[in-house]
T-cell receptor, first 112, second 113 residues
Framework: AQSVSQHNHHVILSEAASLELGCNYSYGGTVNLFWYVQYPGQHLQLLLKYFSGDPLVKGIKGFEAEFIKSKFSFNLRKPSVQWSDTAEYFC??????????FGAGTTVTVRA | SQTIHQWPATLVQPVGSPLSLECTVEGTSNPNLYWYRQAAGRGLQLLFY??????ISSEVPQNLSASRPQDRQFILSSKKLLLSDSGFYLCARTDTTSTDTQYFGPGTRLTVL
């Protein structure tokens, strides 16, 4: 079974700071990679995804992620965070059409 | 638009009582449907998925079961709840054009006392 690791459980930073959340997975074959975000009181939403092509993918709200196959990583970044980026962020991986494996999530708190 | 409804939004049940959580999907035909559980401090755990009416695959042997009586309806059930069944239950669907991407409903918060 796929294993997904998110390195940080809770990240606290100030507005305008840069954000990087780590994600590593265990499967060595072809994978699809996702970042989901859950804002307080809201649904889990898709932030961005990577299936193939350019390993640097851009998502909504200024987020981007880079797929590094040799490192089995798919780290999420944002150059300058806002208070509204306070949320829980989940990395997810699937090996086929049916199953998503999620990381434990990282809570990001942005202080105004 | 493709919408996912879940109800109830919150539920408090005693240990040993039955459970029925419902998920319905609008605006799509023959989606793949999923039940996940999100426990505090953990990621999402896939419980069941369904690729069609009456077709259920269980990922984790446990106290729960799932059924898909209609194309756009997915039900999560239990005959007798355990304390460990408490959690946040999410229903998800795939997009009709891409079965690789899942979209989530608002969830049901279940507390078993």
């Amino acid at each position: 079974a796929q294993s997904v690791s998110q390195h940080n459980h809770h990240v606290i930073l100030s507005e305008a700071a840069s954000l990087e959340l780590g994600c590593n997975y265990s499967y060595g074959g072809t994978v699809n990679l996702f970042w989901y975000v859950q804002y307080p009181g809201q649904h889990l939403q898709l932030l961005l995804k990577y299936f193939s092509g350019d390993p640097l993918v851009k998502g909504i709200k200024g987020f981007e992620a880079e797929f590094i196959k040799s490192k089995f990583s798919f780290n999420l970044r944002k150059p300058s965070v806002q208070w509204s980026d306070t949320a829980e962020y989940f990395c997810a991986v699937n090996e086929n059409d049916y199953k998503l494996s999620f990381g434990a999530g990282t809570t990001v708190t942005v202080r105004a | 638009s493709q919408t996912i409804h879940q109800w109830p939004a919150t539920l408090v049940q005693p240990v040993g009582s039955p459970l029925s959580l419902e998920c319905t999907v609008e605006g799509t035909s023959n989606p793949n449907l999923y039940w996940y559980r999100q426990a505090a401090g953990r990621g999402l755990q896939l419980l069941f998925y369904s690729v069609g009416i009456g077709q259920i695959s269980s990922e984790v042997p446990q106290n729960l079961s799932a059924s898909r009586p209609q194309d756009r309806q997915f039900i999560l059930s239990s005959k007798k709840l355990l304390l460990s069944d408490s959690g946040f239950y999410l229903c998800a669907r795939t997009d009709t054009t891409s079965t690789d991407t899942q979209y989530f409903g608002p969830g049901t918060r279940l507390t078993v006392l």
